[in-house]
């Protein structure tokens, strides 16, 4: 059964920084594709940044290129999104999702297998 741990979020002023973690447990990751997804109140659930575990390579949201930076450690089996420059439009609750043996790296949350319960990040102005 697959396992994925957000913590990390929390309330920062605009122009902050924050770093998401994402445990991972159950399975091998090793041809995993691992995503950050972020719903913010009355809006559908968009994607912010993916990364494959196998190959290192990244897509992000143009919303947070340049923001945002998504990377794993392979040790741990941990997922990061460091955060930086953070906006109030940025709030909304957090989740890290799963998708195996995938070619390239999605982004529609229905192309995802697992999530986690999310948590949430607060961008005051």
């Known amino acids: 059964q697959v396992q994925l741990v957000e913590s990390g979020g929390g309330l920062v002023q605009a122009g902050g920084s924050l770093r998401l973690s994402c445990a991972a447990s159950?399975?091998?990751?090793?041809?995993?594709?691992m995503g950050w997804f972020r719903q913010a109140p009355e809006k559908d659930r968009e994607f912010v940044a993916a990364?494959?575990?196998?190959?290192?390579?990244?897509n992000y949201a143009d919303s947070v290129k340049g923001r945002f930076t998504i990377s794993w450690d392979n040790a741990k089996n941990t997922v990061y999104l460091q955060m930086n420059s953070l906006r109030p439009e940025d709030t909304a609750v957090y989740y890290c999702?799963?998708?195996?043996?995938?070619?390239?790296?999605?982004?529609?949350?229905?192309?995802?297998?697992?999530w986690g319960q999310g948590t949430q990040v607060t961008v005051s102005s």
């Open positions: 990364i494959s575990w196998s190959r290192g390579s990244t």
């Open positions: 999702a799963a998708r195996s043996i995938v070619i390239g790296i999605p982004t529609l949350e229905d192309e995802y297998d697992y």
């Open positions: 159950g399975r091998t990751f090793s041809s995993y594709v």
